[in-house]
C-alpha cells in the first residue's frame, strides 16, 4: 500500500470583501452606524446618513448582531442570472429576511443548506452562519447565511 496524498485544502475567501467577519465561530454582518442618530446600514454606508431627520455624514463600522426573528422567507426555485454563481446543476434554495435583534433592521440573505420553507416560521430565531457560495480550483467563496437558531 502505497502513501494516499490528501487533497490541498482550499482557501476560505469571502465572496465579498468586507461585509462579514470570517470567524466562524462567531460570525457576524459588519455595518455602519451613523455619529450623529444611530441608525445602523448594512451594507455599509460612508457618504451620507439615509435617515430622512439627520444630516449626519460621519459613521463608525460595527459588528451587526448575528441573531435576530424571522420576517418573511420565500423559495428561489431559479438561478440567477450572471453574474452570480449558481452552482452546476442549480439546486433550489429559501432566502429569508431577518429583523437584527438590536439594530431592528432587516437583512436578507440565503438559508443554510438542508433547510427548506417547509421549516421555516414567520417569527422564529434565526441565527447568522457562514457557508460556500461557490467554490473554484483554488478557493471556497464564503458568504452569510440563515438558520433557525
Known sequence: GGL???PP????VPAVDGWFTLDEANPQLLGTRC??????????ETSFC???HCA????EEVPLSARGKLWSFTDNRYAPPKPYMAGD???????AAVELEREKMVVLGQVAKGVGC?????????ELVLDTLYEDASNEYLVWKWRPA
Do not use: I, W
Open 50 to 52: 439615509r435617515n430622512p
Open 4 to 6: 494516499r496524498r490528501m
Open 56 to 59: 449626519g455624514s460621519e459613521f
Open 9 to 12: 485544502t482550499k482557501a476560505r
Open 118 to 126: 417547509d421549516q421555516l416560521r414567520a417569527g422564529q430565531d434565526m
Open 89 to 95: 446543476p442549480f439546486e433550489p434554495y429559501a432566502v
Open 35 to 44: 455619529k450623529a442618530c444611530g441608525t445602523y446600514f448594512f451594507p455599509k
